[in-house]
């Protein structure tokens, strides 16, 4: 059973920094490529950013490029989001995301971010 | 910036059939994939490349994809249906999200 289980989310001051883990199992993580996507509270989803299997091909969203760093080891079957200079529109559950034929197949549970001042 | 447009709601009888619409330019030359949102839950794909139905969706949610929009069909619609829809497709290094649809089955 694929399983993608997020951490590290939490409250954080704004101009704060926060790195979120994503420990992917059930799957042969080194094969697939990785999103990361966010919902603010009541809002839909926004994608963040993407890595591919051997992180050669990084993108991200406008919104966060230059700020969050995308990561992955593929030793550790993990993923990463590094967030620095956060502000109050970053507040959202983070979700991890296996990608799948230019889609999203299985999602984590999300971690909550919340920046507050 | 691409973007993807879709109705803020959408209402249905149960055992009707309810569509839900996608619009972007030329959508019809990328793949969508379709989420299901359930309140405090993750979303879970009901439909990826324009068609295909992973294993475990049920066979009344069908989808279709030409020129500018893409639609969501859910025939024989359930109370259990009842969720936020979103449909999303790349443009070129870029992933996007339309801005959602709750579905209301009443």
């Known amino acids: 059973e694929v399983q993608l289980v997020e951490s590290g989310g939490g409250l954080v001051q704004p101009g704060g920094s926060l790195r979120l883990s994503c420990e992917a199992s059930?799957?042969?993580?080194?094969?697939?490529?990785m999103n990361w996507v966010r919902q603010a509270p009541g809002k839909g989803l926004e994608w963040v950013s993407f890595?591919?299997?051997?992180?050669?091909?990084?993108y991200y969203a406008a919104s966060v490029k230059g700020r969050f760093t995308i990561s992955r080891d593929n030793v550790k079957n993990s993923l990463y989001l590094q967030m620095n200079s956060l502000s109050d529109e970053d507040t959202a559950v983070y979700y991890c995301?296996?990608?799948?034929?230019?889609?999203?197949?299985?999602w984590g549970q999300g971690t909550l971010v919340t920046v507050f001042s | 910036s691409f973007e993807l447009t879709q109705p803020p709601s959408v209402s249905v009888s149960p055992g009707q059939t309810a569509s839900i619409t996608c619009s972007g330019g030329?959508?019809?030359?990328?793949?969508v994939s379709w989420y299901q949102q359930r309140p405090g839950q993750s979303p879970v794909v009901v439909i990826y490349?324009?068609?295909k139905r992973p294993s475990g969706i049920p066979e009344r949610f069908s989808g279709s994809n030409s020129g500018n929009t893409a639609t969501l069909t859910i025939s024989g619609t359930q109370a259990v249906d009842e969720a936020d829809y979103y449909c999303?497709?790349?443009?070129?290094?870029?992933?996007?999200f339309g801005g959602g649809t709750k579905l209301t089955v009443l």
């Open positions: 995301a296996r990608d799948y034929s230019r889609g999203v197949d299985h």
């Open positions: 059930g799957f042969t993580f080194s094969s697939y490529s």
């Open positions: 890595i591919s299997s051997g992180s050669g091909t990084i």
């Open positions: 030329k959508l019809g030359d990328k793949y």
């Open positions: 490349q324009d068609t």
């Open positions: 999303q497709a790349w443009d070129n290094s870029t992933a996007v």
